[in-house]
């Protein structure tokens, strides 16, 4: 069974940072051609996956929304198995769970390609 569990979230103000985190016991994942993602689902939008960043796990390689460019860092540490999301200068508007997902065979910004998720990690932004 795949698991991917996510950490980090939590209560900030507005104008701080969080790194999150991700960890999976599944190995498979951090071999070519795989790839891992970050979403979040905000309040009232229990029905749509935001796409945030992608990243490869083997050669590193990021790719970003567009919306967040700049903002946002997604990164891995191939030693513990764990996927990072830094978020710098938050807004209330970051308010939602956010999500890790792996097993995608190309950075892809579409929710449907990656078929393992985490349960997500509350992240609440207060102005």
């Known amino acids: 069974q795949v698991q991917l569990v996510e950490s980090g979230g939590g209560s900030v103000q507005a104008g701080g940072s969080l790194r999150l985190s991700c960890v999976t016991s599944a190995r498979i994942f951090t071999a070519d051609p795989y790839a891992w993602g970050w979403f979040r689902q905000a309040p009232g939008k229990e029905r749509e996956r935001e796409f945030m960043?992608?990243?490869?796990?083997?050669?590193?390689?990021?790719y970003y929304a567009e919306s967040v460019k700049g903002r946002v860092t997604i990164s891995r540490d191939k030693v513990n198995y764990r996927i990072y999301l830094q978020i710098d200068d938050l807004s209330p508007e970051d308010t939602a769970v956010y999500y890790c997902a792996a097993g995608a065979d190309e950075l892809s910004p579409v929710e449907s390609r990656y078929p393992y998720w985490g349960q997500g990690t509350q992240v609440t932004v207060s102005s």
């Open positions: 960043a992608a990243i490869y796990w083997m050669s590193g390689q990021p």
